[in-house]
């Protein structure tokens, strides 16, 4: 089992930035890419951006150019930095990674953007 904890949330301004990290169980560079979701208030969960094991990064299009996905290697730690954010990314973020044992999530994050 892989154990992914979140955390970083909270409430910002608009135009705001919050950093959200992602603590694994054992080394990020297991995982082909390590991805962050979010899911918006009645919505389904949505793919957000993703961290190849190469150290490439992959964007929704709601989030390019705001958002910037990064590994701390020596902590098993990803993080996904969020600038200029806007009301409509409100919405609880999580990590998630996937191998030959399954999909592994980890409980989100709330953030919200509001004034």
């Known amino acids: 089992q892989v154990q992914l904890v979140e955390s970083g949330g909270g409430l910002v301004q608009p135009g705001g930035s919050l950093k959200l990290s992602c603590s694994a169980s054992?080394?990020?560079?297991?995982?082909?890419?390590m991805e962050w979701y979010r899911q918006l208030p009645g919505k389904q969960r949505e793919w957000v951006a993703s961290?190849?094991?190469?150290?490439?990064?992959r964007y929704a299009n709601s989030v390019k150019d705001r958002f910037t996905v990064s590994r701390e290697n020596t902590k098993d730690v990803v993080y996904l930095q969020m600038d200029n954010l806007q009301p409509q990314d409100t919405a609880v973020y999580y990590c998630?990674?996937?191998?030959?044992?399954?999909?592994?999530w980890g409980q989100g994050t709330q953030v919200t953007v509001s004034s």
């Open positions: 998630k990674v996937a191998d030959g044992r399954g999909l592994f």
């Open positions: 054992e080394s990020t560079f297991t995982f082909s890419n």
């Open positions: 961290l190849h094991r190469d150290g490439s990064g």
